[in-house]
């Protein structure tokens, strides 16, 4: 637990720990808790996780590193990590709180929030963002919501209600980033950075009409391996594993909010016919497009 090089799953981060005071969905990769000082969190160790992490500030405050740049963290901040990086709590006031969201990306992802790719730079380049009480308030009744629904019994990662809750909490967050009156287009990027924007605005334009990384690297003017060891830099991920995942997004926004059955939605993804779609989505999720289906809205 010690090893501050290791990749900690939130399983991991919570093994030698008692269960956090909301219900325990560490196993399915989903965490939301209210923490303070001397109560049991990842927050107690040094870590590194590829999960999203959202913390709101609620009282006092802590001094952290985040790949050994320092960062004060106090009433109304929002630490957002979005991207591998390790993580120390170097010191917290007594009277420290906090509302913690962990949810792993292999669930849900910026992309399948259609969270823009700048939001997504601006964030790992900014994690710590620093705002009025009036400016939270949606944001904090979102998460109280959050936690009461997952403090009921039976409570699945795959709830209807609860999945519409963190689309609107992470809504709310791109919406307060954007509100700080900062004009993405203006900030800088690396060339690297450049062609992870442009990958990401070209994947959602042609996604459904073209799968292959070989596509968007000719578009780039760039190869197909160099396009990817750039998205596996910045996000963690390949142009493959990518559009896997923008599809898997379009996917489940068609069984989530159309009437469409599973061979409309086949034919809208362009699969060639709805069993490859089936393997596909199965290949995903662990389940069939119709078992989803059934389960969101059960």
Not at 31 to 54: A, W
Not at 144 to 160: H, P, V, W
Not at 274 to 292: C, H, V
Request: net charge neutral.
């Amino acid at each position: 637990m010690n090893n501050t090089q290791q990749l900690y799953p939130l399983t991991d981060l919570y093994t030698e720990q008692e269960e956090p005071t909301g219900i325990s969905l560490v196993e399915k990769g989903f965490l939301i808790d209210e923490i303070s000082v001397g109560t049991d969190s990842p927050m107690d160790i040094s870590f590194r996780t590829d999960s999203i992490l959202v913390m709101i500030v609620v009282n006092g405050y802590a001094n952290l590193s985040i790949d050994h740049d320092i960062y004060r963290l106090s009433e109304n901040n929002i630490l957002t990590i979005v991207s591998e990086h390790l993580i120390y709590f170097r010191e917290k006031s007594p009277n420290f709180s906090a509302k913690l969201f962990l949810i792993e990306k292999k669930i849900l992802n910026f992309t399948s929030l259609n969270i823009s790719p700048d939001i997504y730079l601006f964030l790992k380049k900014n994690p710590v963002q620093r705002f009025l009480r009036n400016e939270i308030t949606t944001l904090t009744e979102i998460y109280d919501l959050m936690l009461k629904r997952t403090r009921q019994k039976e409570i699945l990662i795959g709830n209807n209600s609860l999945y519409f809750l963190i689309f609107a909490f992470f809504s709310d967050l791109a919406e307060l980033v954007n509100k700080t009156g900062r004009n993405f287009h203006q900030l800088f990027f690396s060339h690297k950075e450049n062609i992870y924007r442009n990958f990401f605005n070209l994947l959602r334009e042609h996604v459904k009409e073209n799968k292959n990384v070989s596509f968007y690297a000719n578009q780039l003017c760039i190869t197909s391996q160099y396009l990817s060891s750039v998205l596996k830099e910045l996000s963690g991920l390949t142009a493959n594993k990518w559009i896997d995942e923008m599809l898997l997004a379009e996917a489940k926004m068609q069984l989530h909010f159309t009437q469409n059955n599973i061979q409309q939605i086949a034919n809208n993804l362009n699969f060639p016919d709805q069993s490859s779609f089936g393997k596909f989505f199965k290949k995903m999720t662990g389940k069939s497009p119709k078992a989803y289906r059934m389960e969101r809205f059960s």
